[in-house]
């Protein structure tokens, strides 16, 4: 079970503290559903260890909480954070202290790595954007590419990167998308289903040419999302936009290397689904 004061501290974080321990008993029933059978034949029964979580290369924390769930659940609570999510820290920092049972450490060990060094991934590579685009108004936000039953986590490691979340759920506003568009008929015609449907949600239209922006710019909406334009295709949509309170997000297309120069259009968001489907993992190890 997790202690009521990791509990608080994962809900302060803005994480479900039900959805946490669930995704840490099920990450331990599947590696050890019959117990740890190596550890058993090695090692006492009693025998005791320090061990420490350390990061072997430079990036962005995220999932030290979530480690410390895995090693409660574990029995193991003589442990210390030492490293907050959100920091960026460089190869060789220690993360995690933990002392007690070997084999308990053991048993925590790979799944605790397993989420500390996914999200710490995440919040790596979100962290890198978050540095291209400075200086400039927009913001990087994830998409719902993420993986099955892990989208609340990968979420908030998009956050300690220091990205912002675009919805966690469909039901969390309107996201009208071009089948959506050929479904309804026209831009115009599936904004106002929208409004009559569900009057007061915010209301996103993805569009694909100029002329799609300038209908849904007449209709009204909170967001217009560019997909897959040119940077002068962009620079001209903010142009259209500029007496306009709707905010513009532009994505698909996006890298790295060109993230400063859609950002410097003026758009009001880069959307960037690479965040949580295609980080690296954060190299990161545990040491007796």
């Excluded at 997790?2 to 599947?30: C, H, N, T, W, Y």
């Excluded at 956050?159 to 919805?167: I, K, V, W």
């Excluded at 909170?222 to 007496?243: G, P, Q, R, Y």
């Amino acid at each position: 079970m997790i202690s009521p004061s990791l509990g608080k501290k994962i809900e302060a974080a803005g994480l479900d503290l039900a959805l946490v321990e669930q995704r840490v008993a099920q990450a331990l029933a599947e590696d050890a559903h019959a117990g740890d059978l190596t550890s058993k034949a090695t090692i006492g029964e009693n025998h005791r260890s320090t061990a420490t979580f350390n990061a072997r290369k430079t990036g962005t924390i995220a999932g030290t909480l979530v480690a410390a769930a895995v090693l409660e659940e574990c029995g193991l609570n003589n442990y210390e954070i030492k490293v907050n999510d959100g920091t960026s820290v460089e190869a060789g920092t220690t993360l995690i202290t933990v002392e007690g049972n070997t084999r308990a450490i053991l048993l925590a060990e790979r799944t605790a790595l397993n989420f500390l060094s996914h999200l710490s991934g995440i919040a790596s590579l979100t962290s890198s954007w978050v540095k291209e685009v400075a200086g400039t108004k927009a913001k990087v936000r994830d998409t719902r590419k993420t993986t099955p039953s892990m989208r609340e986590l990968e979420k908030y490691a998009v956050r300690m990167g220091g990205g912002a979340n675009h919805r966690m759920t469909l039901s969390d506003g309107a996201l009208i998308k071009d089948n959506h568009i050929a479904a309804a008929g026209s831009v115009t015609d599936a904004i106002n289903r929208v409004k009559r449907e569900f009057p007061g949600v915010e209301i996103e239209v993805e569009v694909d040419n100029l002329e799609q922006l300038k209908e849904a710019l007449h209709v009204g909406v909170d967001i217009v999302l560019l997909d897959n334009m040119s940077i002068e295709e962009t620079k001209a949509a903010v142009e259209l936009a500029k007496h306009s309170p709707t905010k513009l997000e532009s994505s698909g297309g996006l890298t790295l290397e060109n993230a400063n120069a859609y950002a410097s259009t003026g758009v009001d968001y880069l959307a960037v689904g690479a965040l949580t489907h295609s980080a690296p993992v954060l190299d990161i190890g545990l040491d007796f």
